[in-house]
């Protein structure tokens, strides 16, 4: 049997639980998709929206690409969704740079640098983002790096040596909705950090989240200026 006959027999296995792979995978995302949400619906006139739409096609691709069981594939577009919602707590305030990224003047700036621009234009951010990595369930702060692991395939992520199995899982893999979860939790801690004092337009999912995570000194978080 030929790689291709494997590969199409394993997406066929694959199919039948497509629907309920595809709404495991979205709730392991929740937290990261209702920020975008919700930016995306009240900044519609906003020159960068396009990037929140960017983000959201990339979810549902990358949910796509892990409910047939490709989890590099759902790595790939996960991380482009990190990026465009990086992207976008950038660019909604600064249009001349959104015009030189879609001109291909410049390049996008990518978490690490949206991350210190955030730090140099709000002492609130840093100080309210440091409260919530001391709560943060996922292995390193800076999860944009994982998951360019898994997608540029560092050697730990190869467990064994068959090349079907690296291109696809049958069934597929569980364990990728804990990049899921990390991810979102990710982008979450930076929406939070950055909208702490809005606490009224959180996404309810999202308050209940973070008062769980935070207890007492949740209103210290929401008062930092």
């Not at 909705?177 to 004092?197: P, W």
Request: charged share 20%.
């Amino acid at each position: 049997m030929t790689n291709g006959s494997i590969i199409a027999e394993r997406i066929a296995g694959n199919l039948p639980g497509i629907p309920i792979a595809l709404h495991e995978f979205m709730g392991a995302i929740d937290e990261a998709t209702q920020w975008i949400q919700r930016d995306w619906q009240l900044y519609q006139a906003n020159p960068a929206h396009l990037l929140l739409t960017g983000a959201k096609v990339s979810f549902l691709e990358s949910a796509t690409a892990w409910a047939i069981g490709s989890n590099r594939g759902a790595a790939a577009s996960l991380r482009a969704a990190v990026e465009n919602a990086f992207a976008w707590l950038y660019y909604k305030d600064h249009p001349m740079e959104l015009k030189a990224v879609k001109e291909r003047r410049a390049d996008m700036l990518l978490p690490k640098a949206v991350q210190s621009y955030l730090k140099s234009v709000d002492g609130g951010y840093e100080i309210s983002y440091e409260m919530l990595k001391k709560t943060k369930s996922r292995s390193n702060e800076y999860f944009y790096a994982d998951i360019s692991q898994y997608v540029h395939a560092h050697p730990n992520f190869f467990l064994n040596s068959n090349i079907e199995n690296q291109v696809l899982s049958s069934p597929r893999d569980p364990s990728f909705l804990n990049i899921c979860n990390s991810t979102a939790e990710f982008i979450a801690d930076n929406y939070l950090a950055l909208y702490r004092s809005s606490w009224g337009n959180f996404p309810n999912a999202v308050q209940e989240s973070v008062t769980a995570r935070l207890g007492i000194s949740l209103a210290k978080f929401v008062d930092i200026h």
